[in-house]
């Protein structure tokens, strides 16, 4: 059996092993012969099966750079798992192994975002925490894959800090879980929209989802991991963990912060977090003035005047 082609695979083609998690809308267990995992739906009656086709084709419709992008940051639903006329669940990969710790029982866990944005417990001293810098680079990663989901045309949904994993070794890198949960802009959802308690957005309810609830959001996971606070949101006093960030960095960040709390549309895009956070600062230089009866003013388009914003690398870099 392969999932690799997205073809529907029937429930009878394969057998189960361990049970690996359960939550509200299913429960994920390993095929028997370690390969992929099983994620069944509790309902499969509240399930749009059409959806989740658009998922599993979104994926073979990538060319191989960007499906291997996909890959690395997602548990992307491969292929339908079917039993007539009824789809039951989908077949997805593990996470990566880095992004597991072990128990002192012995018994291995995801590395959740919980564990980023809270202080460290004796429970959990296993997992080991990111120096203030690499604490900045994992903010950069999730802005930046928020992005790509974005400019794929994808709605994420319910992000919060039990769906993105994160490590730093091999080198920093996040991935992101209960991916049933997206949808492309425009198309149904799988299931009723899913929402996490402290982690809506404020001016829509919990079962709407958009790009503008995606960049609330995105707010929510830069400034917790960088206060290392779970529950700071737009709005209120962001106490960043010292070293995070350079002045122009902190700057950014606050102002870029403080926005997200403003009207929908006006949120900021995951672009802007990435440069807000970037090692880049940004100036705006205003056209110079025209010479006289020029046969073409360059600087003017449709009757504005263009400013563009500019990267510049910081001195000494």
Known sequence: MSAEDGADVTRASFTLGDRVGSGGQGEVRALSDGSLLFKEYKDPSKVNGGALADLVAFRQSLGQSDRSRLDSLAAWPLCRVVEGNRV???LMRRAPSDMMWRT???STKLI???YLI????VAWQEVAQPTPQQRRALAVACAEAIGWFQSAGLVIGDISQANILWSLTPGVAVHFLDCDGFRQVGRAAVQAQAGTPDWNDPLVPS???SVD???YKTALVVGRI???EPYVAPGQELKLVTGCLNDRQEGGVRRLFSQAAGERGTRPRPSEWQTALSDRGTITLTAATPRPRPAIDHTVLDGARVRTPISLRAPGQ
Do not use: I
């Open 207 to 209: 079962t709407e989802a």
């Open 104 to 106: 002192a029982a012995g």
């Open 112 to 114: 959740e975002l919980q």
């Open 226 to 228: 960088l206060a290392q």
């Open 118 to 121: 809270r202080p460290p417990k």
């Open 213 to 215: 609830t995606d960049a």
């Open 88 to 90: 039951l669940g989908f």
